[in-house]
């Protein structure tokens, strides 16, 4: 089950001392929630887009790929311990994409995969 992960926008508490509070408000819960912005700001950036309408109009083979593999994943944990699990995946690309004598992609990710499980389990 893949772990996603989404940029989003939010309305600090300057925009009201700057005096675009409603304009603020606006654009991020009435415009950037809209399919067709979704799409822009995704293609913009080169990424699937959170937004499912807008997901549909991605035509790109590599995007649409992202989109497919994101399916069923789960918002990415947001806490300490996953430091361990970011530093197992770093490890496998690295030996995974370091020219001669790297290990095939298949073994480094599912090295890291035991590690992870290992260090899940041992709390």
């Known amino acids: 089950m893949p772990f996603l992960g989404v940029q989003g926008f939010f309305v600090t508490k300057f925009a009201a001392g700057h ?6 408000k606006d654009l ?12 822009d700001l995704a ?8 937004n499912k309408v807008a997901g549909t109009r991605v035509h790109d083979a590599t ?3 992202f989109g497919r593999a994101g399916v ?3 918002p990415m944990p947001n806490i300490p311990e996953m430091g361990s699990v970011w530093s197992e995946l ?8 370091k020219g001669t004598g790297a290990t095939k992609a298949r073994v480094a990710f599912a090295t890291a995969a035991r590690n992870i499980a ?3 389990a041992g709390g």
């Open 19 to 24: 005096g675009v509070a409603t304009l603020a």
């Open 28 to 39: 991020v819960a009435n415009y950037m929630a809209k399919a067709g912005p979704q799409y």
């Open 43 to 50: 293609i913009a950036n080169s990424r699937f887009p959170a």
């Open 63 to 65: 995007l649409s790929q």
């Open 72 to 74: 069923g994943g789960v």
């Open 90 to 97: 770093a490890g496998a690309w690295v030996k995974s994409t």
């Open 118 to 120: 290992a260090k899940i």
